[in-house]
């Protein structure tokens, strides 16, 4: 049911009638066997961001500490001990033994007949022949195979040996270690609007803790568990046959699955209604527990494809070689190219910091202090927000400079002067004309508004006048230049 199907170009025209079929949490699953020490510390630090583990029970969490449990100094701790290490002197390939797959193999031949035959009222609470029972428990052990469809047991026969089979596990399915991460998860409540603890579960937090806690789990634990927790899920599903609620079915196995060996109900005391209200809820929940949170896929994805881009779980691109008869993905195309979910909140947050300090500026009084800032911000463009208003810098004027005997010249003369000037990087002050050059020029008048006839007579009647006073002007514009 995790799988989910991807839509490919295949070149085979013998396989495109077949579904290509790929699970979602693939590099989730790459990243556990392949680098578990990066994967346990990517998952456990979003564990702590949603409950509050101390020094110690985290060390126990993560295997660095042996844990603590309840009861564990205890009279009757002790003797439950003795009592359970005399029962597995003796044990088999299954029963007794730690945890493995093919002990698992074994089990889920009870798991598959049990879901034939959820309807028998009392299912798991009303026990079996115990001949029955231990003649199918040998089968096991020894590795037999059994056809329990014969008819020769019955569904409670089976049903109170799978409960059995949990129960001599050397610890609980959910292992010792997550013991108390599991009691920190019962915890979790909703928030009023004064920021205030309620009594209220907060549902979204508890399966967002527990998927993250059940991808710790050794992988034996963790498929055994997701097949028991769907077996009592599709039993709760018909309890008006079976009259076994999900609370019901918790009370029967939170013993088996969650709370630690060798303790009885006095060293749990109050944990123990916390307890089954958690297995009540694995049940209920049991068809989100098993995927992995959107966050750990994606950055599962990104460690292994190093891209930034985010895809879909639909369009995951399938790596084949070119020139062999292999399938080739549909890649979608994407419109916008989005930045890792923390890389891109950094970014935001900067740009609109950057945009409230230039808006800031901007509307400060003119200043010199106010023209330094805006100078600093121009120098740095790219610092700023796209499409913020950026005043563009007011464009640097063409300097001319014009003297004073160039400007005679061309009044009188009417011919134009060019002069040679070096490259200068200051640009050179205006020539400051006097208010008596202002009035000899406009006494000289302008060949412009002047006749041919009337300059030549002008200047045969003040030839002499004016090349003196052209003489001293020239001289006095080039001191002042």
Known sequence: SNAICNFVICNDSSLRSQPIIF???????????????????????????????????????????????????????????????????????VFGSPLTEEGIAQVSQLIEYLHKNLRAEGLFRVPGNSIRQQILKDALNSGTDIDLDSGEFHSNDVATLLKMFLGELPEPLLTHKHFHAHLKIAD????????????????????????????????????????????????????????MSAHNLALMFAPHILWPRNVTANDLQENITKLNNGVTFMIKHSQKLFKAPVYIRECARLHYLGSR????????????????????????????????CHQEETQQRTEEALKELFQHVHNMPDSAKKKKLIRQFNKHPTALTPGSDVPTSPAPRRTRSRSFSGLIKRKVLGTPVILERKSRDTTPEPVRVSKENVQLLQKCGSPAHMSQAKLKSLEGQKEGSCRRMRARLLSKDSSSL
């Open 188 to 243: 979790l409540t909703l928030f009023d609007e004064k920021g205030n603890k309620t009594s209220t579960p907060d549902k979204e937090r508890q399966i967002e803790a527990l998927q993250l806690l059940f991808l710790i789990l050794p992988a034996p634990n963790r498929s055994l568990l997701k097949l028991l927790l769907d077996l009592l899920y599709q039993t709760a599903k018909k309890q008006d046959k079976n009259k």
């Open 23 to 93: 699970n979602p949490d693939f590099f989730v699953e790459k990243l556990r066997h392949e680098k578990p020490e990066v994967f346990t510390e990517l998952v456990v630090s979003n564990i702590t961001r949603l409950i509050d583990l101390p020094g110690a029970e985290l060390a126990q969490l993560m295997g660095e500490e042996d844990p603590k449990l309840p009861g564990a100094n205890s009279t009757a701790s002790g003797f439950f001990r003795s009592l359970m290490s005399l029962k597995r002197k003796e044990k088999g390939v």
């Open 309 to 340: 881009a985010h895809t879909s779980k639909d369009d995951l691109d399938l790596l084949t070689s070119s020139g062999s008869n292999e399938l080739q993905p549909l890649k979608s195309q994407k419109r916008s190219r989005l930045d890792s």
